[in-house]
Every structure is written in structure tokens, then in C-alpha cells.
């Protein structure tokens, strides 16, 4: 079967699944730096459990359109499964639970109580009104209601989801059960029970991430510093705002339209302006045009991709030339190219590492609702510095000592905890 009618296919076996692959051969390399239980990393090679679900939807027009829905639990070891829900056209099963597995290994690496899962439905957000997207979400919610629950499985927003979305999960759920359950979500409205700072913890941590990074690379971060990012959604935008206020310039921006590159510097603002105004970046009148891919390959200090997954590979490795790579988005990197890039001297922060900003606050959120005991943003956005400078630093210690690259470093750390945690409670029978 051709790669692209893989990548397509609904429901396909994540053993030949470029991406599901990938991962998997990143945990095989840094099991092997750190010893790795053969058992465990047979176990943690598949997803402990997996739910397919079709959701009828009533459209506007009043026909029924029936979408592909998947929630995966990879390894609920060390808590509750803990990961977001995509809305996006290429979703399939193996993408679901590749994405499942990373976040177990990023929950671990940021020393969690969460086992990692993942869902999402194969659908085009952009093409659906509020109403069907309600619906889509009501319906789902209901077919996944007996997997998920605040002791069992917390989902969150990811690519094509929002808190409306997850406020509409949470009344869902809420309903059947009979009262208001603001533990079964994160990534919730403030009002709901939301916890302050969720918004831009993602793009928050990349940033605190990419701040530890260059106080170990002896890397001024002011306005010489041009930073490069791909996809303009939450992850990016609030990156990009969040290192255009410690200094730094941001040059180049792009969405599912193309992107905009302009060496004197970008207006956030009137980026995020157009882009309410016009659903897309496409048109906007500053700057000059430039391909996502272009934008990949442009001279700029810091790259944070924050779209997809599989954007650089070993097709287009050789054409990057950042000196730092911030992975906002999950699985951006193949593996040979992160070896590539590492070769070459780019600074890589992996995306379980740069990205966990989100999941930690997450918990936050999760452990505030429990409680009934909220925290300011102040606390919030301290308690996260704390929590991923220190698995940066773990992170960047084990690559320092045993000369291994960062992603490997950070797969190794994660596994590491994670191994011991499931030797300690066995293998059943
Ligand atoms: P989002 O839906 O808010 O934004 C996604 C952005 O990517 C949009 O600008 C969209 O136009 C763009 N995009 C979509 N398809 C694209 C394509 N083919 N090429 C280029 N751009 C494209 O999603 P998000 O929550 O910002 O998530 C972005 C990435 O960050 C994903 O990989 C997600 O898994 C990861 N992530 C998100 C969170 C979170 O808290 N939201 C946490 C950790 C990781």
C-alpha cells in the first residue's frame, strides 16, 4: 500500500504506521541507552486498549453525516489516562495512539501522576457550523462516556478543539451522570472550573523551555534573536507571543493556508486580528508569502513547529537552518532527521519536553477541581517553570553525560521512571 493511502486509511494497524513506527523506534534507541525491561518495552509498544466509535451527526442542510471517532488509553500505570482530542481530516486509529504514546512518555518525563491516551474524530472543523460541531461533540462524548471520567481518563483540547469544545464534553457527561463533574476534562472554561493560565500553558512552557536552553548554550535571547513559527493556532500564537514579550523577533507565521515571512518583524496582534477576521493567514497584506514548507527552511534562530506531525524528515533536513528547534507540536521530527539535525549542532527540544506545558497545567487544573481550592495565575505559571525546568534539566543532564541527543535524552529519562513504576507493580498474572 502506497504511504499516502496508509496515512488515509481510517482504521489501520499501527505495526506499518510511518508515525506510530517512528515512535516506537525512538523509545527502541533510548530503551536500549537505559536498559530497558524487554517486557516492558513489548508492553509499552502497544496501547493498552483502544475504542472506535461512529458519530451520527444532523447536518444544517438535514441530511445525517456519520465521522470516525477513536479514544486510546496507551499506559494508565502511573494515573489516569491523560491526552487531547483532534479534530482534523487525517485522524486514523495509529496516529491516535501513536499520539497516546507519547503522551505516557511525556507525563512521565514531567514526573505526572497521568497515563497518556488520546482521541480525536476524522473531520474537517473548519468546515462544520458551531451547531454540527456541537453535535459531533455531544454524540462522541456519549459513545466514549463508559472510557473516560475523572479517575479513568481526562481528555483535553488539541488540533481543531477548544474549551467550548471541552465545555461541551464536560455538560455531556455531566448530564448522564446527574451533576456537574468539572474532573472529567481539562482545558475548561474558567468559569467551569477551568484553571487559570491553561490557555497559553502550552505555548508557555515551550517558551520557559527554549529560556533554560539558552542559558545552557550561552544564547542571547533579544531583538537579533528571529524566531520562525508553523501553525498559528493556540500553540503558536501564544509561543509566539509569549517570546516576542521576553524580546525576540518573530519573522515568520503560518496556518493550514501558507504562512507570511517579513525580516523587519511580525505584528502578533494584527496577525491574530486577521486571522479572526478572515478564519486564515492566507491574504494577510504584511509580509511576503512563503509555503509551510518554505517556512521550515528559513535562516532563523529559533523554529517552533506547532502544526502537525511528520514536517521534517529527510526529505527536507537538510534545508533547515535553525539553531535551535522548539517542538510545540507532537512528533514534528522524524527520528533520522533529529539525528541529522543533532549531527549538525541544532539544539533540539523534543516535543515531550517542549510541549508539556499544556499537561501540566493541566493537572493543575484536574487536581484545583478536585479540591474545589483554586490557585492565581501567579502560582499557576510558577508551579509550571518548576515543574519543566526540572525535567529540562534532566533532561539536558543525561544528554550531557552520556553524549546521547535530546530527544533520545528525554525518551530515555521518561522511560526510565515509567519502567520502574511498572516493574514495581508487575506484569498480571
Ligand atoms: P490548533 O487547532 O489551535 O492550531 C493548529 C494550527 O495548525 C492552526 O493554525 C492550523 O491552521 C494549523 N494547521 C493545520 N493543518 C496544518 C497543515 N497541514 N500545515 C500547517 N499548519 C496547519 O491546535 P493546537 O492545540 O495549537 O495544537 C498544535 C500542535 O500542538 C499539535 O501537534 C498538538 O498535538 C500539539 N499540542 C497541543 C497542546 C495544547 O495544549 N493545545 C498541548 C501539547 C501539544
Same mark, same amino acid.
Not at 455538560?171 to 482545558?187: E, K, L, M, N
Not at 533536513?317 to 549531527?343: F, M, R, Y
Given at each position: 500500500?502506497?504511504?499516502?493511502?496508509?496515512?488515509?486509511?481510517?482504521?489501520?494497524?499501527?505495526?506499518?504506521?510511518?508515525?506510530?513506527?517512528?515512535?516506537?523506534?525512538?523509545?527502541?534507541?533510548?530503551?536500549?541507552?537505559?536498559?530497558?525491561?524487554?517486557?516492558?518495552?513489548?508492553?509499552?509498544?502497544?496501547?493498552?486498549?483502544c475504542?472506535?466509535?461512529?458519530?451520527?451527526?444532523?447536518?444544517?442542510?438535514?441530511?445525517?453525516?456519520?465521522?470516525?471517532?477513536?479514544?486510546?488509553?496507551?499506559?494508565?500505570?502511573?494515573g489516569?489516562?491523560?491526552g487531547?482530542?483532534?479534530?482534523?481530516p487525517?485522524?486514523?486509529?495509529?496516529?491516535?495512539?501513536?499520539?497516546?504514546?507519547l503522551?505516557?512518555?511525556?507525563?512521565?518525563?514531567v514526573?505526572?501522576p497521568?497515563?497518556?491516551?488520546?482521541?480525536?474524530?476524522?473531520?474537517?472543523?473548519?468546515?462544520?457550523?458551531?451547531?454540527?460541531?456541537?453535535?459531533?461533540?455531544?454524540?462522541?462524548?456519549?459513545?466514549?462516556?463508559?472510557?473516560?471520567?475523572?479517575?479513568?481518563?481526562?481528555?483535553?483540547?488539541?488540533?481543531?478543539?477548544?474549551?467550548?469544545?471541552?465545555?461541551?464534553?464536560?455538560?455531556?457527561?455531566?448530564?448522564?451522570?446527574?451533576?456537574?463533574?468539572?474532573?472529567?476534562?481539562?482545558?475548561?472554561?474558567?468559569?467551569?472550573?477551568?484553571?487559570?493560565g491553561?490557555?497559553?500553558?502550552?505555548g508557555?512552557?515551550?517558551?520557559?523551555?527554549? #529560556?533554560?536552553?539558552?542559558?545552557?548554550?550561552?544564547?542571547?535571547?533579544?531583538? /537579533?534573536?528571529?524566531?520562525? !513559527? +508553523? &501553525?498559528?493556532g $493556540?500553540?503558536?500564537?501564544?509561543?509566539?507571543?509569549?517570546?516576542?514579550?521576553?524580546?525576540?523577533?518573530?519573522?515568520?507565521?503560518?496556518?493550514?493556508?501558507?504562512?507570511?515571512?517579513?525580516?523587519?518583524?511580525?505584528?502578533?496582534?494584527?496577525?491574530?486580528?486577521?486571522?479572526?477576521?478572515?478564519?486564515?493567514?492566507?491574504?494577510?497584506?504584511?509580509?511576503?508569502?512563503?509555503?509551510?514548507?518554505?517556512?521550515?527552511?528559513?535562516?532563523?534562530?529559533?523554529?517552533?513547529?506547532?502544526?502537525?506531525?511528520?514536517?521534517?524528515?529527510?526529505?527536507?533536513?537538510?534545508?533547515?537552518?535553525?539553531?535551535?528547534?522548539?517542538?510545540?507540536?507532537?512528533?514534528?521530527?522524524?527520528?533520522?532527521?533529529?539525528?541529522?539535525?543533532?549531527?549538525?549542532?541544532?539544539?533540539? #527540544?523534543?516535543?515531550?519536553?517542549?510541549?508539556?506545558?499544556?499537561?501540566?497545567? /493541566?493537572?493543575?487544573?484536574? !487536581? +484545583? &477541581?478536585?479540591? $474545589?481550592?483554586f490557585?492565581?495565575?501567579?502560582?499557576?505559571?510558577?508551579k509550571?517553570?518548576?515543574?519543566?525546568?526540572?525535567?529540562?534539566?534532566?533532561?539536558?543532564?543525561?544528554?550531557?553525560?552520556k553524549?546521547?541527543?535530546?530527544?533520545?535524552?528525554?525518551?530515555?529519562?521518561?522511560?526510565?521512571?515509567?519502567?520502574?513504576?511498572?516493574?514495581?507493580?508487575?506484569?498480571?498474572?
Amino acid at each position: 500500500m502506497a504511504e499516502t493511502e496508509h496515512d488515509n486509511a481510517v482504521i489501520v494497524g499501527w505495526e506499518n504506521h510511518p508515525f506510530y513506527q517512528n515512535v516506537v523506534h525512538i523509545l527502541e534507541r533510548a530503551g536500549q541507552t537505559v536498559d530497558l525491561d524487554f517486557n516492558v518495552f513489548e508492553r509499552l509498544c502497544r496501547p493498552r486498549r483502544c475504542l472506535y466509535v461512529s458519530v451520527p451527526v444532523r447536518m444544517d442542510d438535514g441530511t445525517i453525516r456519520v465521522f470516525d471517532g477513536f479514544r486510546v488509553h496507551h499506559n494508565t500505570t502511573l494515573g489516569p489516562a491523560k491526552g487531547g482530542i483532534r479534530y482534523h481530516p487525517e485522524v486514523n486509529l495509529a496516529e491516535t495512539a501513536a499520539l497516546a504514546m507519547l503522551m505516557t512518555l511525556k507525563n512521565s518525563l514531567v514526573r505526572l501522576p497521568l497515563g497518556g491516551g488520546k482521541g480525536g474524530i476524522r473531520c474537517d472543523p473548519g468546515l462544520l457550523s458551531r451547531r454540527e460541531k456541537q453535535s459531533l461533540t455531544r454524540r462522541f462524548t456519549s459513545e466514549i462516556f463508559t472510557f473516560i471520567g475523572p479517575d479513568k481518563d481526562i481528555p483535553a483540547p488539541d488540533i481543531g478543539t477548544d474549551q467550548q469544545t471541552m465545555a461541551w464534553v464536560m455538560d455531556t457527561y455531566s448530564s448522564q451522570v446527574g451533576y456537574a463533574v468539572p474532573g472529567v476534562v481539562t482545558g475548561k472554561p474558567i468559569e467551569i472550573g477551568g484553571s487559570l493560565g491553561r490557555v497559553d500553558a502550552t505555548g508557555r512552557g515551550v517558551v520557559y523551555t527554549i #529560556i533554560e536552553a539558552s542559558k545552557r548554550l550561552g544564547m542571547a535571547l533579544d531583538q /537579533s534573536t528571529t524566531v520562525a !513559527v +508553523q &501553525g498559528f493556532g $493556540n500553540v503558536g500564537f501564544h509561543s509566539a507571543r509569549l517570546i516576542s514579550n521576553i524580546g525576540c523577533k518573530l519573522v515568520a507565521a503560518s496556518d493550514v493556508s501558507g504562512g507570511v515571512y517579513s525580516p523587519k518583524g511580525l505584528d502578533i496582534i494584527a496577525l491574530q486580528k486577521w486571522i479572526a477576521e478572515h478564519r486564515v493567514l492566507k491574504g494577510y497584506p504584511e509580509g511576503e508569502y512563503v509555503t509551510n514548507e518554505e517556512l521550515l527552511e528559513l535562516p532563523v534562530d529559533i523554529l517552533i513547529p506547532a502544526a502537525l506531525g511528520n514536517q521534517i524528515t529527510t526529505k527536507n533536513v537538510d534545508k533547515i537552518k535553525c539553531k535551535i528547534l522548539a517542538e510545540g507540536a507532537n512528533g514534528p521530527t522524524t527520528l533520522e532527521a533529529s539525528q541529522i539535525l543533532s549531527s549538525r549542532g541544532v539544539f533540539t #527540544i523534543p516535543d515531550i519536553l517542549a510541549n508539556a506545558g499544556g499537561v501540566i497545567v /493541566s493537572y493543575f487544573e484536574w !487536581v +484545583q &477541581g478536585m479540591q $474545589n481550592f483554586f490557585w492565581s495565575e501567579k502560582d499557576v505559571n510558577n508551579k509550571l517553570w518548576e515543574i519543566i525546568a526540572g525535567a529540562f534539566n534532566r533532561t539536558y543532564e543525561f544528554h550531557s553525560t552520556k553524549k546521547i541527543d535530546m530527544r533520545l535524552s528525554a525518551f530515555a529519562v521518561s522511560v526510565e521512571h515509567l519502567s520502574k513504576a511498572m516493574l514495581w507493580r508487575g506484569f498480571f498474572p
